[in-house]
């Protein structure tokens, strides 16, 4: 297969192409070579004690006993502990993210900051009172070092329920305590996941399944809302800003320094030092024309929000930006980092320097990130990248790909957008739902993955949505996908939506498309679907919303997280790819259909995006007719032809 068929992104297609001249294998490659083990990718391979690894099959029709692994675990026990085991996985991935933020959060508050400070006053005393706190004539500073102590406890909690959980709609509150899945503690959750899959414990899918929900909402609700909820607080509430994406993004005469991963604590303060005098003087002495900073998954997402930073690519372009010679250093933290880079680095001259004691990669250059110390650290890092710069090694070859986006869509911001800024308020969107401009909502969010035609699913499911006026929020490497085909500016409206949601983005001057940030601010969605019940007229639950969320090119463990914490909240959820239970019809079968019955959402799987289109539509009007609000509108279904003709109007 050559490179036109492995991904829909010029820029890739360009940079593989390279990578085949310059004999560097990259994730592409490696996804052909290795096929997927066929058991262990539909959930029913257990290797969690010696007796095994069980590779076990569901009963053939010839069969007369159920297979089973040694200790007589059957299919749906096996795929049910092994994504519950995804699921805390995810959960604490998040999770740990959201503690880094609460610690720097705290020294803060205690008068540490050292270059982060409170930027979001507003949000402080909102969270303040989320966490029952009198607000009265305190300061800020004041109610800083409360909230991030009651913030960093979330993490430990034993009893009780997490504070966040009292946010969402009263409804879905009350069907989590009947159904008993309210989390109390985010550290308490996962390490009760883990304890039920260890061999011999919680044997029943049904209820491993049920400590599944309860983990996902710990992270959704709890660890994610956390991250997201201080990083505002710290770094600023995001707003509506200009900026670029694709590896066109990356300059040749400049320091490029790529900063890839997911917390924020880093690459703010890398931000922030690329204005310090020393170190512009030093990059003028190295004979550059400044310091160019862009960003690679989620980390990318977090910069963009708050400083415009612009994306040099999504997931499966990580390897792709060192591959143009042109990267001085790759900083890297936490999750999504391949053990590739060091190795495609090694072959450049590009310094892949690694930040966390969480996450070091032999071969990579390693720089403790101290974060009472956070300006120094960012310093120091930029020096070594300033310093490799008369060291490239070849003549850059960038592709010229870089594409207009508009990104900063915070929950707060789209309410201000919407009712504007003396009446804030989500009315607007919920009638022009009613109205029928707007056909519903959809989350659309999560990685890429090499196993299907990198951004094809993305891009093709979200172009579908809008062609068909259903409103897309959009995260993660998801939203960058998108932005790459140009979606993300208030002019797609015209070219790709709909006629009821044009009408609506061009009266409002937002895109069809609407970029909340990294995979923590998932936590965002939550808030605006929330904020969507508590306006009224459309349910009194967010199961009762026309909306639906999709992961079409997911591969990580936090995609499940984030998907069953969607589930959890009552969202229809659609993932593509592969589905991690198929080898149990048992477990899947409760998981597409009556887990529906416990939390009002449910998983589905389709890989193709078409389709994947229609059955998320296909759910909107469901909830529409449910709601009597679908004699609003006429449907319309747009085949291929009709779609062409939107795209050149
Ligand atoms: Fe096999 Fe049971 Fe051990 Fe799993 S727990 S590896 S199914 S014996
Ligand atoms: S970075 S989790 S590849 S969205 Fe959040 Fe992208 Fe998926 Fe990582």
């Known amino acids: 297969m050559g490179p036109e068929q492995k991904s829909i992104c010029p820029a890739t297609i360009e940079m593989l192409k390279k990578a085949g001249t310059d004999g560097i294998q990259t994730a592409f490659e490696r996804s052909g070579d290795l096929r997927p083990c066929p058991i262990g990718s539909q959930g029913t391979c257990c290797k969690i004690c010696a007796m095994g690894p069980c590779r076990i099959t569901a009963k053939k029709k010839d069969e007369q006993e159920e297979p089973l692994g040694v200790c007589g675990a059957n299919t749906s026990t096996i795929a049910a502990r092994n994504f519950l085991r995804m699921i805390a996985s995810g959960a604490a991935s998040h999770s740990d993210h959201g503690r880094v933020v609460a610690e720097v959060f705290n020294e803060v508050a205690q008068g540490h900051g050292n270059g982060y400070e409170i930027k979001d006053e507003k949000k402080l005393y909102q969270v303040a009172m989320d966490f029952g706190l009198d607000i009265e004539n305190k300061s800020a500073a004041e109610l800083a070092k409360e909230v991030g102590k009651l913030a960093l406890q979330e993490f430990g909690k034993q009893d009780g329920q997490l504070t966040f959980i009292q946010r969402a709609p009263e409804k879905r509150q009350a069907l989590w305590k009947d159904f008993g899945v309210i989390p109390r503690g985010v550290d308490r959750e996962i390490v009760e996941s883990l304890h039920r899959t260890h061999m011999g414990v919680d044997q029943d899918y049904k209820n491993i399944i049920k400590h599944g929900t309860r983990t996902s909402l710990a992270d959704g609700w709890g660890g994610s809302m956390i991250a997201t909820e201080l990083q505002d607080i710290m770094f600023g509430t995001p ?25 924020p604590v880093l690459s703010e303060m890398i931000v922030q030092a690329c204005q310090d005098p020393e170190i512009k003087a030093l990059a003028e002495e190295k004979g550059a024309d400044g310091i160019n900073v862009a960003g690679i998954c989620c980390t990318a997402n977090e910069i963009l929000m708050r400083h415009g930073i612009p994306l040099a690519g999504n997931f499966l372009q990580q390897e792709l930006a060192i591959i143009t010679g042109a990267v001085d250093a790759m900083v890297v933290d936490v999750q999504c980092i391949m053990q590739s880079l060091s190795s495609v680095a090694a072959c450049y001259h590009t310094k892949l320097i690694t930040t966390s004691p969480r996450a070091k990669i032999a071969g990579a250059q390693h720089m403790e990130f101290i974060e009472h110390e956070p300006l120094e650290s960012a310093k120091a890092i930029l020096k070594e990248a300033i310093e490799n710069f008369p060291n490239r090694k070849v003549k850059p070859h960038i592709p010229k790909d870089e594409v207009d986006l508009v990104a900063g869509f915070s929950h707060e911001t789209v309410n201000y957008l919407l009712g504007g800024l003396f009446r804030a308020s989500y009315k607007p969107l919920n009638d022009n739902i009613i109205n029928g401009r707007i056909r519903g909502v959809a989350g659309v969010v999560g990685c890429n993955n090499p196993r299907v035609v990198h951004d094809n699913a993305h891009v093709t499911l979200v172009k579908e ?88 090119e997911w591969m990580s463990e936090k995609a499940v997280a984030i998907g069953h914490y969607f589930v959890s909240s009552g969202v229809y959820t659609v993932f593509g790819v592969s589905w991690p239970t198929l080898g149990s019809e048992e477990l899947t079968n409760y998981l597409f259909d009556s887990i529906g019955k416990d939390l009002g959402g449910k998983w589905a799987y389709e890989p193709d995006p078409e389709k994947m289109a229609q059955m998320m539509i296909n759910h909107i009007d469901e909830k529409r007719k449910a709601l009597g609000i679908d004699k609003a509108r006429e449907r319309v279904l747009y085949d291929m032809d009709m779609r062409r003709e939107l795209e050149t109007q």
Do not use: W
């Not at 707003?239 to 917390?263: A, F, Q, R, T």
């Not at 068909?468 to 996908?481: H, I, W």
């Not at 508590?534 to 009762?544: F, M, N, R, W």
């Open 465 to 552: 949505l809008i062609a068909n006026d259903v409103l897309v929020l959009q995260t993660g490497c998801s939203a960058m996908a998108t932005a790459k085909a140009g979606l993300l500016v208030p002019e797609a409206a015209a070219k790709f939506a709909g006629p009821g949601l044009a009408e609506v983005c061009e009266t409002v001057g937002i895109p069809p498309v609407i970029h909340m940030g990294s995979c923590v601010d998932n936590s965002r969605i939550l808030m605006a679907a929330t904020a969507l019940v508590k306006e009224g007229g459309l349910g009194e639950d967010i199961s009762d919303l026309p909306v639906a969320g999709a992961a079409p």
């Open 239 to 263: 707003y509506p800003i200009l900026s670029k994406v694709n590896l066109g993004v990356i300059k040749s005469n400049m320091v490029n320094v790529i900063v890839h991963g997911h917390e």
